[in-house]
């Protein structure tokens, strides 16, 4: 009876684990913005990143959409430690890895065009809210 309590616990765990997205935007990153690689065209391009992250929780595979909210964060954490202000994927997700360019476009650059995807991340509508504990 106990060893059953044991792995549903263990299997619930897994499963929670395999929904949420695990990497936080560091405070400094959350001004970088998300591009399309067509909107970098008067930025300049400060190098790339290969974000990586798991595409299973155990055996269980993870939500696509968290897989690419992590590799988002991951990118934008890594654009404001290189002094970037923008992201771009320069390759399709591919079981947890995916590449993005670095780049500065300035704040003139961002604000000018209205497309331009900022503190959200690509096509998930999901959005890193920062933990707020109770008082």
């Given at each position: 009876?106990?060893i059953?309590?044991?792995?549903?616990?263990?299997?619930?765990?897994?499963?929670?684990?395999?929904?949420?997205n695990w990497?936080?935007?560091?405070?400094?990153?959350?001004?970088?913005a998300?591009?399309e690689?067509?909107?970098?065209?008067?930025?300049q391009?400060?190098?790339?990143?290969?974000?990586a992250?798991?595409?299973?929780?155990?055996?269980?595979?993870?939500?696509?959409?968290?897989?690419?909210a992590?590799?988002?964060?991951?990118?934008?954490?890594?654009?404001?430690?290189?002094?970037?202000?923008?992201?771009?994927?320069?390759?399709?997700?591919?079981?947890?890895h995916?590449?993005?360019?670095?780049?500065?476009?300035?704040?003139t650059?961002?604000?000018?065009?209205?497309n331009?995807?900022q503190?959200?991340?690509?096509?998930?509508?999901?959005?890193t809210?920062?933990?707020?504990p109770?008082?």
């Amino acid at each position: 009876m106990r060893i059953g309590a044991m792995t549903a616990a263990a299997g619930v765990t897994m499963l929670i684990a395999g929904c949420g997205n695990w990497i936080e935007v560091k405070p400094q990153a959350r001004d970088v913005a998300i591009l399309e690689p067509a909107q970098t065209a008067s930025c300049q391009y400060l190098g790339k990143t290969e974000a990586a992250v798991l595409n299973e929780a155990g055996f269980l595979p993870r939500n696509p959409q968290a897989i690419n909210a992590d590799l988002v964060n991951i990118a934008r954490n890594d654009a404001a430690q290189m002094g970037g202000d923008a992201v771009a994927p320069l390759s399709e997700r591919d079981r947890g890895h995916q590449t993005f360019g670095i780049y500065r476009c300035g704040a003139t650059t961002l604000s000018r065009n209205p497309n331009m995807r900022q503190n959200d991340t690509m096509e998930t509508g999901i959005k890193t809210i920062p933990y707020q504990p109770p008082r």
